[in-house]
Each structure stands twice: as structure tokens, then as C-alpha cells.
């Protein structure tokens, strides 16, 4: 039956070219705008880090005195103090401290210029922790982080640039003043969003974004950054007089970072009691005046910082006002269409068709329409996502395609025309017989 | 013209003419908030930085140790006034729009924080190559540019401009000048007001944008190094920019120029906007793109009507109704469904418009765009309805004697 009926959709729409061309038109236009903005959506709020981000914890204490300003919530960093000393104490399955600041890089006997790139300061669990992909040698050991090792890894990126993409581990390289030995080189890794290194300060304005640019090219162990490239280091927020701009250590000031990984509830709910053990023994000792703490998963935090511009989510709410529009469109239309059969119909009917067969007749034909409406909402979307690429957000290199959104449209293209035909069609379906034979 | 007979015809077809007047509402709704969205977005593009944008651009470098700083700008200024074209250079933290400058909550009791304000640090000559333009007391003299500390940000003291902004924010309906305030420890007295000088990333403060900047006048070194402000003609500026980073490679070999943020002013401000720029862009795109949709809608609908009711058309023809009279109708029933439409879609605009703001940095919407959009969904529906109308108007008298 349902073979006949398509049959019979195919000829119906063919019988008004221009009205099927409308609609076909109304649902690709409504199916590409929300899909383009969805496809951005999808990219720019997903997970980071799939299958394991229910295991990444992000600890937060407060160590700002309580005059510093009126405030409800532990800031996005932590000081040198307390990160360190939650970090030593080793409570969870991995813990890496982290800071970025920027360095001057340099490959001894090269005549490339110095390049000036974002210093990562953390420790080994770092790569273990986020699955950070080698290409050559690995990341350092703990032991490198207490000996304050002069041990680098270098990006797909940088390698590329200074080696030529040829195995560096071994050489050394210019960092700030120091040279240190490259102990591993990553494959291309472009975590997006840079979920690690995102505290705050994501403005929404599409200006700057830092949370989607893209990975840091040095990482060295945390306490080496911090020596080698002394004096460079930025704070979030200071709430007192920093004597040595750029040298935070044991400044009031919040800057440094603690990420935990937590196979287990029981390990969570353990790790949250030693934090707040932490915060009030902190408190007892006159260095805390506030005891709240915070830990929240990695999709928890990239939310509350509103990872997602702002900008994104306003579009993604405009492109379904307007597919909501088509939809409209659609359903006048095929009202109007399905009602001018009502003769057609109700001979039909008399010779003994179902409600139910009318009904189904009715769908396939919609369901066709939004079938040719979703292909051509396929093609919109691509032009629709290369519009996104050409217009330079710090998102754009990251907008395409993939399978998953591939197949949304679709079932949203066939979805919307099914919701669209299911009111035309259950109207047609209740056109009386006898009224209508009676006009023939 | 008589509506009654419209309407009873119009309540037949009730399932259609309800959805054709929603999805006008919903077009209504859409059309005044991304309207207002895209007036907000122009009017946020159109601030004046109070510089000369057009002659001025800025050069960054990095990469070199803090006790080089000096010796650095030294060569940088020097080095960059012997470029053809070049009108001054001077030692800047940074201009409107530029690199991410010094930002810092300021008191006038020490108890509350009122306002947070942009800083801006120049060496002497510097307010005249921005341009500012000084409405109160006097420009910074040689004696107000001191020293910066070795370790620190400021001077105990700084004798400062303000902006008008901020001075009105401040000291309203009072004279600036002399007036003293304070971030954390350092002290600010008023020397001069100037008209305007935007703050470097002026949508960090949401579109509201206050203006509130200082400029402290201050001698290059320590901090205030390795950003340089070059002013030169208009038409030579995009010139002297590119001599001026081959020129940074031969002064200092050994610095990094910052790329990102070494350009002209005007290039600076139109990145800054580009975000702004491709919403506009796309939130046109969808306005043009929603009425086109509408406007096809009512063609569709209208011609079916029409084919619908050709015998009765005929009918009305035959007992004596003009052309005219049949176009009439097709116009007036257009104009019934829009009206019913716009007026939910006013009642949704507001609606929709008092939720994005909630969610959103959203500006709260005009009530003159709402009598606008109805204008504009009037006219649409009527030049949507004219063709098939006129159609409806060409139906001879004698499809009524025809059955079927």
C-alpha cells in the first residue's frame, strides 16, 4: 500500500509544480537555518572529552579574605597555597595543577625567529588525565615535577614548524632564558573547547574566545614554568598589593588551577569531604575566611562558565522561530491542498477506503514533501555552515558537519513535514462522503 | 465594502486563516526583536573612541626582559620617527580597541567601588597624538609625566585626565578638576576632563559601553614599554604600518612583534566588530528570508482560495459584482488575516522580547517598532495577494452556468 500511495504522492505533486516548489522550498530554508545553528550548537557545547568528563572534577576553595568584595560563589582559580597543597596531597586517582602564561620560544642553531607562544605549567597526570595523544616520546614522570626537571613537550604544531615534523625528542629548545630538553611530541590535538584552560572571563561578545582557541604549543612541569619563566605569570584577580609584578608565588593572588580526575561516587564524595576538611583546617589556621568550596564536573563547570557565546544560543533561537514559520507555512498550504481533493477523497471514501487509509495516503505525501525538503535542507546547511567559516569567529575552524547532525536533519526534515501534514491530513481524513458525492 | 460576508467565509476556512495569521504573528514577533537586536548591534559598532582612528595605529612587541624595557623604548620611539611619513611615535599602554589594557575598580571613601575603569598610560605628547580633545582644565605639562616604579604599576600619585563620562558618573553636576580618587593604594587627582576616550574592549561592559577611561600621564619604562602609538597621514598610515614592523626587525632582532595586535586603529575597531557585524549580517538575512517565506505563504493560500471558490466567484460576477469588487474582497480578507495576526504578533513580540531579555543581553525593544512592523506586514500581505486577487478578478461571469 504504501508503495501506491507514494505513487499517488508523486503525481499529486507533480499535478502543481509551483505550489510543491513552495513548500519543498519553505521546509529546505527552515531545515537549513536550524541546522546550521544546531551543528554550531553541537560543536561548540560538546563533550570535550567523551566517555570520560563524568570522571573530571574541577576542586574550588576560597581563599580571598572575607572584605575583599561581596561575592557567593569560590572564584574560578585558586592561589599558589592552596592548589599546591591539594595537589600534594594526592587524594584523587589523578591531579594536575595548571597555568598558562606566555613565552618567548626559540630552537638553538635555527634561524627561524622567535616565536612567542602560551607556556602550559602542569604536572605528569596532565596527559594520563585528559588523553592527550602522543606522536613521539611521552610526558614526563612525577619525579620530573619535584625535581623541577628542565623537560618540555611540544604541540604537532610547533614541531612542525621548528623540526619539520621529524622526531624532536632529545633536542632542545629556547624557553624564555632556559633550555630544556623535548621529552615528547603530541599528534594533532585540538580539544574544543580548550576545556582545561577556560576560567571565567569567556566573554560572550565573540570577542577574543579564548575558550576555543587553540592548545597550548609548550607544556612543561608545573614548578620548572614557574621558575623559567618567572616574572610572566598573569593573575585572575589579586586582592592585595603584588610586590613583584608577574612572580605570584605566595602573592595574594588566585592564578593557578587544579583539575582531579575521580574514578568512583565513593572517591567523589570522599575528595569533596577532604576538600571542605581542607577549607575549614585553613580557617582554623586564620588563612581562610570563607570555608565554601566547589567541585564540579568537567560539562558542570564549561556550563557555568557559559562556554557557549552567547551569541550562538540567540541564533539557534532565531533559526527555530523561522523554521517554526515554515512549518506554519507548510501546514496552510497543505491544508489548503488536501481540502481541494475533498471530491477525490470523498469518492474514495464511498468506494470504501478507511479513515485511516486516507489518513496514511495523506502523510506519505507530506512525508514526501519533507523528504525533499530535508535534501535540499542538507545543501542549505552546507552553505549555511560555510557562511559560519567565512564570517571568523575563534569557532569557525571547528564548524562542520558530522554524521550524527548528518542524520538530525534528515529526521528533522521528515519530522517537521509529518507534523506539518498530520493536521491537513487528519482534516481530509474526516471529510464526509455523501456531502461531497452530493456536489459531484 | 461589506466585511460581514468576509468573515463568515473566512470562519469556514477557520483551520487555515488561524494558521496563516500565527505564522504572521510569529513573523511579527521575529521581525521587531532581530529589528531592535540588529539597531542594538549598529549603535554598539557606532561609538566614538574620542581618537583620531584614522591616523593612528599601534605596534606590540614581546619577548624581552623587564630590565630592557627602557633601553628598548629608547630605540623603538627613535627608531620609529626616522620612518618616512611618521608624524610622532610615542610609549602607550595601549589605544581603544588595542591590546587588553590595566582595568581596576576605583573609591572616592575607600569603602565602596562604584565604578571600574580603564587606564590608559602614555609618555609626554601622547594626549595630542590621540587627538583628545580637553573640555576642562588643563593638558598634562612635563612636571605631571613621572616615573614608574621600579616594581609596581603606579606613582603614590598621578595627576590624571578623565573622560567626561566618568567625571559626570563620579562628580556629578560638579567641576572635575581637582577632585582626587583611589584604586587600592594609588591616588589620582583630576588635572583636565576630556571629551572622550573609549575604554579598550568596550563590550566587556555589555553594550552599555560607559566610556569611564583615565589617562595617567607617565615616563616610558617598567611596565609601561613595547606597545607604540604611530601617527601618521591618513592615506600613508597602512604604509608607515608595514615599514614600521620591517624597521622593529633591525632596532631589536631579539623581540616578538605581536601580529594580532600591531595595526591601524580602523583595522583594530573593525575586528573588534566583526562578531557584531556577521549578527547584523545574519539577523538581516533572516528578516529578509522570514517575509519572503510569509509573503509565499499567503500567495500559496490565496491562489487555492481562489481556484477554490472560481464558481462562486462567477456567481457574484454574474448577478452584477464588478472587477473591482472581487479584487476588493481578496484585499480586504488579506487584510483581516494580517491584522488579526499582527495583533497577536504584537502581544508576542513583547512577550518574546521581555524573555530574551531575561536570558540575554538583550536591549528592551522599542514600542515605535511595533506600529512599523505592522506597516510593513500590511503592505506585504497585500502585494503578496495581488496577483492571485487579480486572477480572482479575471474569472468570467460564465463559470457560474458550468457545473464542476
Not at chain 2, 600613508?236 to 615599514?243: K, S, T
Amino acid at each position: 500500500m504504501f508503495g501506491y500511495y507514494f505513487h499517488l504522492a508523486l503525481r499529486s505533486l507533480r499535478r502543481n509544480k509551483v505550489l510543491t516548489a513552495l513548500m519543498v522550498l519553505a521546509i529546505a530554508v527552515g531545515i537549513g537555518a536550524a541546522m546550521t545553528t544546531l551543528t554550531v550548537m553541537h560543536i561548540l557545547s560538546g563533550d570535550p572529552l567523551p566517555g570520560k568528563s563524568a570522571q573530571i572534577f574541577y576542586p574550588q576553595v576560597d581563599p580571598m579574605p572575607a572584605s575583599a568584595y561581596s561575592k557567593s560563589h569560590p572564584l574560578p582559580q585558586m592561589d599558589y597555597r592552596s592548589a599546591v597543597d591539594l595537589w600534594s596531597a594526592h587524594r584523587a586517582n589523578r591531579q594536575a595543577l595548571f597555568v598558562d602564561s606566555p613565552v618567548k620560544v626559540q630552537a638553538p642553531k635555527s634561524n627561524l625567529p622567535p616565536l612567542m607562544l602560551t607556556l602550559a605549567s602542569t604536572t605528569a597526570d596532565f596527559f594520563p588525565m585528559f588523553n592527550v595523544p602522543f606522536e613521539y616520546g611521552s610526558g614526563w614522570t612525577a619525579a620530573d615535577d619535584t625535581s623541577h626537571a628542565r623537560v618540555v613537550v611540544i604541540s604537532n604544531d610547533l614541531n612542525n614548524r621548528l623540526f619539520a615534523g621529524k622526531d624532536s625528542v632529545g633536542k632542545t629548545l629556547r624557553v624564555n632564558k632556559s633550555s630544556v630538553r623535548i621529552v615528547g611530541v603530541l599528534k594533532p590535538w585540538h580539544p574544543s573547547p580548550r576545556f582545561y584552560s577556560v576560567f571565567g572571563a569567556v566573554s560572550g561578545f565573540g570577542q577574543g574566545m579564548p575558550a576555543y582557541a587553540k592548545a597550548e604549543d609548550v607544556f612543561v612541569p608545573f614548578f620548572t614554568g614557574i621558575d623559567i619563566n618567572d616574572g610572566a605569570f598573569q593573575q585572575y584577580t589579586c586582592w592585595g598589593r603584588v610586590k613583584h609584578p608577574g612572580h605570584l608565588v605566595n602573592a595574594p593572588c588566585l592564578w593557578v588551577a587544579l583539575w582531579v580526575e575521580l574514578d568512583s561516587p565513593a572517591k567523589v564524595a570522599s575528595y569533596r569531604a577532604f576538600l571542605t576538611h581542607y577549607a575549614q583546617q585553613q580557617k582554623a589556621l586564620g588563612r581562610f575566611a570563607n570555608t565554601d568550596t566547589r567541585m564540579l564536573d568537567l560539562m558542570g563547570w564549561l556550563d557555568h562558565i557559559h562556554v557557549v557565546p552567547s551569541d550562538v544560543k540567540l541564533q539557534t533561537w532565531l533559526a527555530f522561530a523561522f523554521l517554526a514559520i515554515c512549518l506554519f507555512n507548510t501546514v496552510g498550504l497543505l491544508l489548503a491542498k488536501f481540502l481541494r481533493r475533498a471530491g477525490e477523497i470523498g469518492v474514495r471514501r464511498a468506494l470504501g477506503a478507511s479513515r485511516r487509509a486516507v489518513f496514511a495516503q495523506c502523510l506519505v505525501e507530506a512525508g514526501l514533501i519533507g523528504l525533499i525538503g530535508g535534501i535540499g535542507g542538507l545543501l542549505l546547511t552546507y552553505v549555511g555552515l560555510w557562511l559560519v567559516r567565512r564570517q571568523g569567529a575563534a569557532y569557525a575552524g571547528l564548524v562542520h558537519l558530522d554524521v550524527s547532525m548528518f542524520i538530525v536533519t534528515f529526521a528533522l526534515a521528515i519530522a517537521v513535514s509529518l507534523i506539518a501534514g498530520a493536521l491537513p491530513a487528519l482534516r481530509a481524513s474526516r471529510i464526509a462522503p455523501a456531502l461531497q458525492l452530493k456536489t459531484l | 465594502m461589506q466585511i460581514k460576508p468576509i468573515l463568515s467565509a473566512l470562519k469556514k476556512h477557520r483551520l487555515a486563516t488561524i494558521l496563516i495569521a500565527l505564522e504572521i504573528a510569529l513573523a511579527c514577533a521575529v521581525l521587531c526583536n532581530a529589528a531592535s537586536m540588529i539597531a542594538t548591534r549598529l549603535s554598539a559598532m557606532n561609538i566614538v573612541s574620542g581618537v583620531d582612528e584614522s591616523s593612528l595605529g599601534i605596534l606590540t612587541v614581546t619577548g624581552y626582559a623587564p630590565d630592557q624595557a627602557s633601553d628598548l623604548n629608547a630605540r623603538m620611539v627613535a627608531g620609529l620617527r626616522t620612518i618616512p611619513g611618521v608624524e610622532s611615535a610615542h610609549v602607550v599602554s595601549t589605544v581603544p580597541f588595542g591590546p587588553q589594557g590595566a582595568v581596576s575598580g576605583i573609591t572616592l571613601d575607600h569603602k565602596t567601588y562604584p565604578v571600574v575603569v580603564e587606564f590608559y598610560e602614555g609618555d609626554p605628547g601622547t594626549p595630542k597624538a590621540l587627538g583628545l580633545k580637553l573640555v576642562a582644565g588643563h593638558m598634562p605639562v612635563l612636571d605631571d609625566y613621572q616615573v614608574q616604579p621600579k616594581n609596581g604599576y603606579l606613582p603614590a600619585l598621578s595627576r590624571v585626565l578623565v573622560t567626561r563620562a566618568l567625571a559626570t558618573r563620579l562628580w556629578p553636576g560638579e567641576q572635575a578638576v581637582g577632585k582626587q580618587f583611589w584604586a587600592g593604594p594609588f591616588q589620582f587627582r583630576v588635572i583636565g576632563v576630556v571629551a572622550n576616550l573609549a575604554m579598550d574592549h568596550p563590550a566587556w561592559w555589555g553594550k552599555r559601553a560607559p566610556g569611564w577611561s583615565v589617562f595617567v600621564p607617565a615616563l616610558p619604562g617598567g611596565l609601561l614599554s613595547g606597545s607604540y602609538l604611530i601617527r601618521a597621514k591618513p592615506q600613508e598610515l597602512n604604509r608607515v604600518m608595514v615599514a614600521a614592523q620591517a624597521k622593529v626587525r633591525k632596532i631589536a632582532p631579539n623581540v616578538v612583534i605581536d601580529h594580532a595586535s600591531s595595526h591601524t586603529v580602523g583595522y583594530l575597531r573593525a575586528q573588534f566588530f566583526k562578531a557584531d557585524r556577521a549578527m547584523a549580517g545574519l539577523l538581516i538575512g533572516v528578516i529578509v528570508a522570514l517575509l519572503g517565506v510569509t509573503a509565499l505563504g499567503i500567495v500559496g493560500l490565496a491562489s487555492f482560495w481562489v481556484a477554490q471558490r472560481r464558481k462562486q466567484i462567477g456567481i457574484r460576477r454574474a448577478i452584477g459584482a464588478t472587477r473591482a469588487d472581487i479584487l476588493r474582497y481578496f484585499q480586504t480578507e488579506n487584510f483581516l488575516i494580517v491584522t488579526f495576526g499582527v495583533v497577536l504578533g504584537i502581544i508576542l513580540a513583547i512577550v518574546v522580547n521581555l524573555a530574551l531579555m531575561h536570558v540575554f543581553e538583550v536591549s528592551r525593544l522599542p514600542l515605535w517598532y511595533l506600529p512599523i512592523a505592522a506597516v510593513v506586514l500590511w503592505i506585504l500581505g497585500q502585494l503578496a495577494v495581488l496577483a492571485p486577487a487579480l486572477r480572482a478578478s479575471h474569472v468570467p461571469p460564465v463559470v457560474a452556468t458550468r457545473s464542476v
